[in-house]
């Protein structure tokens, strides 16, 4: 049993691996995945030993076999277990020479014989444990069968969602894998639905999609190009003259140099009429010589001014979703629809995230790439349904970034703005947050913003509404 489990269990991380990697999630068997298996491994072992349809055949057994080994094997013995053994075969449809047992138990009770009593005993046992394993193998692959398909049929639809899902950020330029990092933990069917019914937003509505792409690039259109002045160090290579290397002919000179001496010249010494002749000109040096010269390499360093353009990054970014009773129904999905977009988007990027979902109270989230989609989700999920003050939201994006990783953050409310003005210290504390760098924006999402709009709070302002699926 343990050996057919083990083997449907690799069967099993082979499988699910390929689906993985039907979603786009290439990385090693998540943990958790690995962990099912290992739970349905132990599950499916207990159900064998509880259900098996052959245990009192196999107590039987070993009843025999501890009888013949002790030597208690008896007459009556004999015939109660001959009687069991009757009941198995009918139960498991398998001829039994019930006559032929009955025979030998009789014959044997009118003539006690103990040798005879132990060879029967032992072919019992063989002929009984004979069936016994193959009804229970055969019982046995068959409820792992059973229970491996239960198994797959629950991933399975956690699985199809999943597909559906990745399949609907794909065309958005989104990398889904980055927030479902399984081995941070699955994320549930219910998270998996509602991430659906976000993505469905995003990918039917295409007002909202094209506001999705310009809330991605906001940054990027804004970049600052500054050119700065900076000093390098330039190397070049030159050759120059080598007097004391000669690597190659290079005409021919006067001088005295007899390694180097044409050969008519060295002729003049054959012949004692021109050697005379020799002498002189060695004197002189004005024997006709070889010239050879060579060169050698040598690397110079100097230091040059380049002008450089100097772009600034995309930074990080503090968004503020409006959770509170006005916000109900569509306003509040398209909402979390544009923050998931805008996380997702971020993450991809690899800058900071921070994620605060306000009514009159506030809860926060860092999200990071390593954190996975299931905690993602069950931060998106939350709602206050209550009255609205953005003001705490605001403030603690503002005290946000004043910290080192967040510093020079955009900030991004996401609201209908059916609220009451900002008090004075929160207006102020986003003015001087403003003179550092910040920005503050606002999306505003509904019809009914333009008698209660915070307008002396933001850089800059849409307004997005759902019925019309038209960006202001």
């Known amino acids: 049993m343990s050996n057919a489990l083990d083997k449907n269990s690799f069967a099993l991380k082979g499988l699910l691996h390929d689906r993985l990697l039907d979603i786009g999630y290439t990385g090693a068997l998540p943990r958790h995945i690995d962990e099912a298996i290992a739970g349905w491994n132990r599950d499916s072992q207990a159900f064998l030993q509880a259900n098996s349809p052959v245990a009192n055949a196999e107590d039987s057994l070993s009843a025999l076999d501890g009888a013949i080994q002790s030597g208690t094997f008896s007459?009556?013995?004999?015939?109660?277990?001959?009687?069991?053994?009757?009941?198995?075969?009918?139960?498991?449809?398998?001829?039994g020479d019930t006559k032929f047992w009955a025979y030998e138990i009789k014959k044997l009770g009118k003539a006690p014989h103990k040798p005879k009593l132990l060879r029967l005993g032992t072919l019992l046992r063989r002929e009984w444990g004979k069936h016994h394993y193959r009804e229970q193998v055969k019982w046995e692959l068959a409820a792992i069968n059973e229970l491996r398909a239960v198994f797959l049929k629950d991933l399975e639809q956690w699985f199809r969602l999943i597909k559906t899902v990745a399949d609907g950020l794909g065309p958005m330029g989104l990398k889904p894998h980055l927030f479902w990092d399984l081995s941070q933990g699955a994320p549930s069917i219910s998270d998996i639905r509602q991430l659906q019914e976000w993505v469905e937003y995003l990918s039917e509505d295409e007002g909202l999609r094209q506001l999705c792409n310009m809330l991605g690039r906001m940054r990027s259109s804004a970049n600052s190009i500054d050119k700065e002045t900076i000093l390098t160090s330039e190397y070049f290579d030159e050759s120059v003259l080598d007097v004391n290397s000669s690597e190659e002919l290079a005409g021919v000179t006067l001088g005295n140099d007899i390694a180097a001496a044409l050969p008519q010249e060295?002729?003049?010494?054959?012949?004692?009429?021109?050697?005379?002749?020799?002498?002189?000109?060695?004197?002189?040096?004005?024997?006709?010589?070889?010239?050879?010269?060579?060169?050698?390499?040598?690397?110079?360093?100097?230091?040059?001014?380049?002008?450089?353009?100097?772009?600034?990054?995309?930074?990080?970014?503090?968004?503020?979703?409006?959770?509170?009773?006005?916000?109900?129904?569509?306003?509040?999905?398209?909402?979390?629809?544009?923050?998931?977009?805008?996380?997702?988007?971020?993450?991809?990027?690899?800058?900071?995230?921070?994620?605060?979902?306000?009514?009159?109270?506030?809860?926060?989230?860092?999200?990071?790439?390593?954190?996975?989609?299931?905690?993602?989700?069950?931060?998106?999920?939350?709602?206050?349904?209550?009255?609205?003050?953005?003001?705490?939201?605001?403030?603690?994006?503002?005290?946000?970034?004043?910290?080192?990783?967040?510093?020079?953050?955009?900030?991004?409310?996401?609201?209908?703005?059916?609220?009451?003005?900002?008090?004075?210290?929160?207006?102020?504390?986003?003015?001087?947050?403003?003179?550092?760098?910040?920005?503050?924006?606002?999306?505003?999402?509904?019809?009914?913003?333009?008698?209660?709009?915070?307008?002396?709070?933001?850089?800059?302002?849409?307004?997005?509404?759902?019925?019309?699926?038209?960006?202001?």
């Open 266 to 472: 060295i002729a003049l010494i054959s012949s004692p009429e021109t050697e005379i002749l020799f002498d002189l000109k060695f004197a002189e040096s004005r024997l006709m010589c070889f010239e050879k010269i060579g060169f050698q390499s040598l690397q110079y360093e100097r230091e040059v001014e380049t002008e450089v353009e100097k772009k600034e990054e995309k930074g990080p970014m503090v968004v503020c979703v409006d959770t509170s009773g006005s916000m109900m129904g569509a306003p509040e999905t398209i909402a979390k629809a544009v923050t998931l977009f805008m996380a997702m988007r971020i993450i991809t990027e690899n800058r900071a995230c921070y994620l605060i979902n306000f009514s009159t109270d506030i809860e926060c989230l860092e999200i990071s790439a390593e954190m996975g989609l299931a905690g993602v989700m069950e931060f998106m999920k939350k709602s206050f349904h209550g009255g609205t003050d953005a003001a705490p939201a605001i403030n603690e994006a503002i005290k946000m970034i004043d910290t080192e990783k967040f510093r020079n953050a955009d900030v991004l409310v996401l609201s209908d703005f059916l609220m009451q003005e900002l008090d004075g210290g929160t207006l102020n504390r986003v003015e001087q947050s403003k003179s550092s760098g910040t920005r503050f924006m606002s999306l505003c999402i509904g019809d009914l913003f333009l008698s209660e709009r915070l307008t002396t709070c933001f850089d800059s302002e849409w307004v997005y509404d759902p019925s019309t699926a038209s960006i202001y």
């Open 75 to 95: 007459l009556s013995m004999l015939g109660e277990l001959v009687s069991q053994y009757s009941d198995f075969t009918r139960k498991f449809g398998i001829p």
